[in-house]
């Protein structure tokens, strides 16, 4: 990885005029933003459908692309929506916030219509669209028909045993009888993809690749899980046995309970891995870098017996490995990958991160305790890692700030030599552009200078989460020249 940066830019958070971020002209603006400020990457969180909680780490499934991304006013230039039509919607009133209940209960329908139109005219190109993803579509069109027709709830909780474990005649009666619906999903499903490469083919044009999450599990209410449940540790009635999370720590004295199913690692290697290849394969349609989110997990991982409140009496199970690590590198060895490798680090897994040559990360935020010595420090950096001031779990700088010791923002303040006149958001940027890190990488709340208030996520609560929003207008020439001074001087052009 050439030395460089980018932003840190969720899809959701960038302006529309209809309740969340699209892939439409506020993210060709974003482009040309990054391109201005000689930004090499945008860093999103994961573009897939999301469900309960709005969590784009808790997706219907590993492929599929967010219908809240699909940008309406391309709709109407492709003839298959009206303005009028549009406007006859509450899209939510509040620009600085995502409001999902308002946006579910009005995109599915504008939709409807676009589909009414154009499920015809581009049949041809829907045909082909849904041969050449039928590994993935198939399944995830009928699932989210199946939750449709169940009244949304997930497929544990479907009252026909023979669909909820997915039996062969099960699914072909439920394909014929939710026939329409499902093509109604992999007409979204075109839509999403097509726009995305839109605007893909756009940022490479202009220089600037995307980074992408890959959340380590998958969610139970997913078509992942529902059609190829061998892969995962679950009864013979396809309830899970244990679940995902982290144990307790400094932050949190129940540990945190995702509930996520866990693999059955054996049942993967006996496979060769092939579900790990088809989900890579998936994401680098998508990403040109991919971030694996929870690392650690391939080295040994938090198992939390099923129906358990919290994750205290969970136990360490070891993962993967090298061996899964060995199988990606080589199988996409033309893709560059970086390590989350946060959280609870034993030198096992600093190990394994080093042993697969992949970057791992370093968070200012967590760099300055006035009382020791963290890894995280600057001049600890190596020039194999990506320095982050913060992540999507993290507060923005502002809001950091309030939470520090005296001690602490004296010592990150005599450390960094912040000053009245640069600021601490510019401060950080500076030293994390400063460092040896092959790649810096900044949240746009920080950019833009904002208060905790403007936080992504807080993990461990519910809420609150995912809703943050830039106004319009944030982004100015003024803006870019400033970032494109500091990333000039730091020679990450």
């Known amino acids: 990885m050439d030395r460089s940066s980018g932003i840190l830019m969720p899809m959701s958070a960038l302006p529309s005029n209809y309740g969340i971020g699209t892939m439409g002209k506020c993210a060709y603006k974003f482009v040309d933003f990054l391109k201005a400020a000689g930004q090499k990457y945008w860093q ?30 391309m709709l109407v230039k492709d003839g298959l929506l009206k303005s009028s039509e549009l406007k006859r919607f509450d899209w939510g009133g509040d620009p600085a916030h995502v409001e999902y209940g308002r946006i579910y209960d009005s995109r599915f329908k504008v939709l409807r219509l676009a589909y009414s139109r ?16 039928a590994s993935w579509l198939e399944n995830y069109a009928l699932y989210m028909s199946l939750k449709a027709h169940f009244g949304m709830s997930g497929w544990t909780e479907w009252p026909e045993e023979d669909i909820r474990l997915h039996k062969h005649e099960a699914v072909e009666k439920y394909t014929a009888l ?29 220089g600037v690749n995307f980074i992408g999450d890959i959340p380590i599990y998958v969610a139970l209410d997913s078509a992942d899980v529902w059609s190829e449940p061998h892969f995962f540790q679950l009864d013979e009635n396809n309830v899970p046995l244990e679940v995902a999370g982290v144990p307790p720590d400094a932050f949190t ?39 694996i989110d929870h690392f650690r997990g391939f080295e040994s991982y938090w198992a939390v017996p099923y129906g358990e409140e919290t994750a205290k009496n969970g136990h360490w199970k070891p993962g993967p490995g090298m061996g899964l690590v060995s199988v990606l590198m080589s199988w996409f060895h033309d893709l560059s990958f970086i390590a989350e490798d946060l959280g609870y680090v034993t030198p096992e897994v600093r190990k394994l991160l080093s042993d697969s040559g992949l970057p791992g990360m370093r968070i200012l935020q967590f760099a300055f305790d ?48 912040i000053t009245p006149d640069e600021g601490w958001c510019w401060g950080m940027i500076r030293t994390g552009m400063s460092t040896v890190s092959d790649l810096f990488v900044m949240q746009m709340q920080d950019l833009l200078e904002l208060p905790g208030s403007c936080r992504v996520n807080t993990p461990g609560t519910t809420g609150s989460n995912w809703q943050w929003r830039m106004l319009p207008g944030a982004l100015d020439k003024k803006l870019s020249k400033r970032l494109r001074v500091y990333t000039e001087t730091f020679r990450r052009i």
């Open 44 to 73: 999103l969180l994961p573009l897939g459908p999301t469900s309960y909680g709005d969590s784009p780490y808790s997706s219907f499934s590993t492929f599929a692309g967010n219908p809240y991304f699909i940008d309406l006013d």
């Open 118 to 133: 154009g499920a015809s005219v581009l049949a041809a190109e829907l045909d082909r669209f849904r041969r050449d993803n």
């Open 178 to 206: 939710l026939s329409e619906d499902i093509s109604f999903h992999v007409f979204i499903q075109y839509l999403f993809y097509r726009q995305w490469n839109a605007l893909r083919d756009y940022a490479h044009e202009n």
């Open 253 to 291: 004295d129940e540990g945190q309970l995702w509930g996520n199913p866990l693999y059955d690692w054996d049942a993967m290697r006996a496979d060769g891995y092939g579900w790990w290849i088809r989900r890579i394969e998936g994401a680098r349609k998508l990403y040109d870098v991919i971030r």
């Open 370 to 417: 006035a009382h020791g010595e963290s890894d995280y420090l600057p001049h600890r950096c190596c020039s194999n890692s990506v320095c982050y001031i913060g992540t999507h779990d993290n507060d923005t700088v502002m809001g950091w700030l309030s939470t520090m010791s005296g001690d602490d923002r004296k010592f990150a303040e005599r450390y960094m030599h």
